[in-house]
């Protein structure tokens, strides 16, 4: 009967235990999480009429622009007449890449800011929505950090920070 309540007591301190360091490491990934989403919040423009609104309830505002999910971060909307100057219409001798999410487009914001915008080929809205709130929400010092979007005139754009010397691919598999 001993061995058997020796038994019990070893593993319900040892269930408690792994349950203490579990809460732990729970916490400490919400502190990092809530370093990360300060660190990152800064928005490219301070006119709040130009940003994701970002909310719990993951609703679409009224002004046609893209909805939202969190209140860790905001996406740049960015107008089509921004994108179109910065690329100069779309030239040909701004296009870098080509991909499976459409054509990509080395542009100058008049910030100065040298971007990488992808023009997307048509999808769902709703879709759209979900990429920009995914994008916006992830944050990785090995990422290409998601600047903005434009959602207008029947195109879909994401504007990343621009990566220069190669595609993303060249530098993670080393294909020169």
């Keep these: 009967m001993s061995w058997s309540l020796a038994a019990i007591v070893v593993c319900i301190a040892g ?6 360091i ?20 800064e928005s490219g423009s301070s006119d709040p009429s130009t940003q994701v609104e970002w909310n719990r309830a993951g609703q679409i505002p009224s002004t046609g622009c893209v909805a939202t999910l969190s209140e860790h971060r905001r996406a740049r909307r960015f107008s089509l007449e921004e994108l179109l100057q910065a690329t100069k219409n779309f030239d040909e001798s701004k296009l870098v890449g080509v991909g499976s999410f459409g054509l990509v487009y080395k542009g100058l914001l008049l910030d100065g800011t040298v971007v990488a915008i992808k ?9 759209f929505v979900e990429e920009v709130n995914t994008l916006s929400a992830i944050y990785h010092r090995n990422l290409v950090t998601l600047i903005g979007y434009c959602q207008e005139g029947g195109l879909q754009m994401l504007v990343y920070e621009y990566l220069p010397n190669r595609s993303i691919s060249s530098h993670l598999c080393g294909k020169y």
């Design 22 to 41: 579990g809460i732990g490491f729970l916490w400490l990934y919400i502190l990092r999480c809530n370093w990360i989403s300060k660190k990152t919040s």
């Design 15 to 20: 269930g408690l235990t792994l349950l203490v």
């Design 119 to 127: 023009r997307r080929q048509q999808a769902s809205k709703l879709e």
